[in-house]
């Protein structure tokens, strides 16, 4: 995988992935797997599995086997009015960024 493609699957975290959701690149010549897991936990972490065989959680050990490639994209924060944007700046973003600001102005950052 080259840099532009990276960078294309990179911005593919902000579709709209579904279990199943076959993800290709350069206007689908390359393939790069299927999306096998879906992560969207309370605490606003949005990850995706993506496999080059389909396999759900519920997989057998057979059918993991025979996976050879795992990607793991992580959904960044958006600007976006959303219940996402809204979970993951209000329980992530600022309550990790006020310490932050606070310690910086005790010690003159």
Do not use: H
Not at 30 to 48: I, L, M, P
Not at 73 to 94: H, Q, V
Request: charged content about 25%.
């Amino acid at each position: 995988m080259n840099d532009k493609e990276r960078v294309e699957l990179a911005r593919k975290e902000y579709d709209d992935l579904q279990l199943n959701s076959k993800i290709d690149l350069n206007g689908g010549k390359t393939t790069v797997g299927r999306v096998s897991q879906v992560n969207d936990k309370a605490t606003g972490e949005q990850s995706f599995v993506i496999t080059d065989k389909y396999c759900p959680a519920s997989s057998s050990i057979e059918q993991r086997n025979q996976v050879k490639e795992v990607t793991v994209i992580y959904r960044g924060s958006s600007f976006e009015l959303s219940s996402d944007a809204a979970k993951d700046w209000l329980l992530n973003d600022i309550p990790t960024g006020i310490p932050l600001v606070n310690t910086s102005m005790a010690v003159g950052i």
